[in-house]
């Protein structure tokens, strides 16, 4: 599997980078995460490939959905599954329909709607598992696997069993870092690059990528490579994320077989 962080802010974008999308591009699959105002870059990345194309929603804030409304730049000849917290659909239908952007039915490519966890089933061979974490508001993480490669999404969350749960063993955690230095609030939970390398290293992951910074707290890649020192001291093997970054991630069974 190949990641592309298509953005990497949170709360809004910056000269440092857009807010969250990225995209995973499995044997089957092309895999968006979240769609921040990241995802208006995805055809650089996509075009002219014919594959099942599936948008996975962690939850409804504006840095996660404000991209939607270029849905209808995009080309997807195969159709467009999009992945959202069950019970959601109606939050979805306002959002994405007049006056405030084009209507899921009038983009030019089918639609189908999942409501996970719960309807997983329908992505198959992609292995999908989707968990509620610690926000606000309903936030999903998601546990993706494909051909033996893993790969865990835990966006806006404060630490929980469910976000170690998803990146058991994993071969790349992607692990939101909102909070700067050891900052938390557990009136607006988010992780900091202490609590996102202690999940990565209490779940024996492979590799730790931080993304979805503050925009307010890290106004520079200077703030984000202080934040990979500080995950590195509890977990070596991390990684600050800036836009157009790129991870092949092989899989620790095909490793074992190169």
Known sequence: MKVIFLG???????????TVSILIKTNSHHVILDAGYGLAKLDRYIEGEDKPAVLLLSHYHLDHTVGLHVLNKFNFPRG????????????????????????????PYEVDILELPGEEHQLYPLQVEARELT?????????????????????????????????????LLCAECAYA??????KWPHLNPLSAAKIAREAGVKRLVLFHFDALQYPSLAHRKEAERLARCIFPNALAARDGLSITVKGRLREALL
């Open 8 to 18: 990497t802010n949170g709360w809004y974008d910056t000269k440092t980078g857009n």
């Open 80 to 107: 467009l599954k999009i992945g959202i917290p069950a019970g959601t659909k109606d939050y979805l239908n306002t959002l994405v329909n007049r006056p405030y952007t084009a209507p899921l039915e009038s983009l």
């Open 135 to 171: 926000h606000v508001t309903t936030c999903l993480g998601y546990r993706i696997e494909d051909s033996g490669a893993s790969i865990a999404y835990v966006p806006d969350t404060g630490y929980c069993e469910n976000a170690v749960t998803l990146a058991r063993n994993v071969d």
């Open 181 to 186: 230095g050891d900052l938390s609030n557990d």
